[in-house]
């Protein structure tokens, strides 16, 4: 099996597994003599680390390919003719892959330049299409499903089992960035049952569809009012994104969101207003522009318990897809 995005699997039950492993009371070691390819068309710190680590506490090798760095550069459309400055296929570099490893990992970013295009995966899904062991998102265009089932991780272990009120914020940032995490946010906060609050600006909506499929979930509200939003949280879940209408045009978005810069900031004014709300963030985090260091340096923060259930997490879904 796959695993693309939360949808595809019991995130109570990955949690189960993942806590298990955190509290050591599972050792087995199931890649014991085998090996994971994790393919990195972006940068990484947690994804690729917790990863690396994790595979190797299961007894496995972990094979890191950086394409246009350490291995070729990839072509992934479908009949390309390949005269530009792509060297090698997809589908010679999974079939040949698979041949030494039992999985292959993908990170791979949106280029925020089509969002009609890139809402649907193309490199990603080109990877599922011709292999035939599993494959992990480690981030692609639009779910980051192994961040998502750590921060619902963390949200458990915080503030125990059972319904909360979840807020996921849009931030100030000096650049547009992708949705998959906050993508995966929601639909992983749904499908657990919270109560989903998303505050943004005006123009800055996830997508619909996933919107709709969160709310076949648990309920959802969105917001344009920041400040209303933090009333009565239990979590405050920071991230910027880049607005859908702006892909291919990002000077656009810039001078669209330069209104939101002071206000749009999680800052200790906005926390004293939630019901004593953990502060959570992905990493990494721009400091004193999505959230002020009083906030992220306070005991309300759990940003790197949060980044240590990567690992965990990371573990468990290995363990569950092979
Ligand atoms: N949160 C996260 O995915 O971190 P990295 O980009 O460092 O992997």
Not at 5 to 10: A, F, P
Not at 131 to 141: D, G
Not at 190 to 215: C, F, K, N, S, W
């Amino acid at each position: 099996m796959n695993f693309l995005n939360t949808s595809e699997v019991n995130l109570e039950f990955l949690i189960d597994s993942a806590m298990r492993f955190k509290a050591g009371d599972d050792q087995a070691k199931p890649l014991s003599g085998r090996s994971v390819a994790l393919v990195f068309f972006n940068p990484s710190l947690r994804t690729r680390a917790s990863m690396q680590v994790g595979i190797y506490e299961l007894g496995g090798n972990a094979v890191v390919l950086e394409p246009g760095g350490t291995s070729w550069t990839l072509e992934h459309r479908a009949g390309a003719v390949m005269d530009g400055d792509k060297t090698e296929h997809v589908a010679e570099f999974v079939r040949v892959l698979e041949r030494y490893c039992v999985a292959i990992g993908v990170r791979t970013f949106a280029a925020l330049k089509n969002w009609e295009e890139e809402r649907t995966d193309p490199v990603l899904n080109a990877f599922a299409k011709y292999a035939s062991v599993p494959i992990i998102n480690l981030e692609s265009a639009m779910h980051h499903p192994c961040q998502a089932a750590a921060d619902m991780m963390t949200i458990r272990e915080k503030l125990g089992s059972g319904r909360k009120r979840v807020v996921l914020t849009w931030a100030w940032h000096p650049k547009p960035l992708p949705m998959a995490v906050p993508n995966s946010f929601a639909l992983a906060a749904a499908q657990m049952g919270h109560d989903l609050v998303i505050a943004h600006p005006r123009g800055y909506e996830l997508d619909e569809e996933l919107i709709e499929t969160a709310r076949r979930h648990s309920s959802v509200e969105i917001t344009n009012d920041i400040d209303a939003a933090f009333d009565g949280a239990e979590v405050i879940y920071a991230k910027s994104w880049g607005a859908k209408q702006f892909y291919g045009d990002a000077d656009r978005d810039l001078s669209e969101r330069a209104q939101y810069r002071d206000k749009w900031i999680v800052n200790e004014s906005k926390m004293s207003r939630t019901n004593k709300a953990v502060f959570m963030h992905c990493l990494p985090v721009r400091r004193n522009v999505i959230v002020t260091d009083g906030v992220i340096d306070s005991r309300s923060s759990v940003v790197i318990d949060e980044a240590e259930n990567r690992l965990h997490v990371q573990k468990a879904v290995l363990a569950k897809i092979l």
